[in-house]
């Protein structure tokens, strides 16, 4: 079993920043992508950003500029570095873990999520 523990969230003023986090610990044997994603009332969740096990990233097109991904492979940690915030930017943020476990098989998971709120 993996758990995912994220950090970061809350109010912050537009045109501000935050950095969330999220640790992986448990049964890991690798960490193949590590990814954000966001989710507000009544819509679906969309990808914000993901970094691969090469360091290879991608980001939804709302963020680009704005946001960056990076990870520290040996603390199996993904960090979210939010700048220029907009409110459009409120959001529950998760984070995704796509892994192996120590029993060799894939597993994907989840974070509990952390709230963003970008208000004056």
């Known amino acids: 079993q993996v758990q995912l523990v994220e950090s970061g969230g809350g109010l912050v003023q537009p045109g501000g920043s935050l950095r969330l986090s999220c640790e992986a610990s448990g049964s890991i044997f690798r960490i193949n992508l590590m990814a954000w994603y966001r989710q507000v009332p009544g819509k679906e969740r969309e990808l914000v950003a993901r970094i691969t096990s090469g360091g290879g990233t991608n980001y939804g097109d709302s963020v680009k500029g704005r946001f960056t991904i990076s990870r520290d492979s040996a603390k199996n940690t993904v960090y979210l570095q939010m700048n220029s915030l907009k409110p459009e930017d409120t959001a529950v943020y998760y984070c995704?873990?796509?892994?192996?476990?120590?029993?060799?098989?894939?597993?994907?998971?989840w974070g509990q999520g952390t709230q963003v709120t970008v208000s004056s």
């Open positions: 995704y873990v796509d892994s192996i476990g120590s029993d060799k098989y894939a597993y994907r998971y």
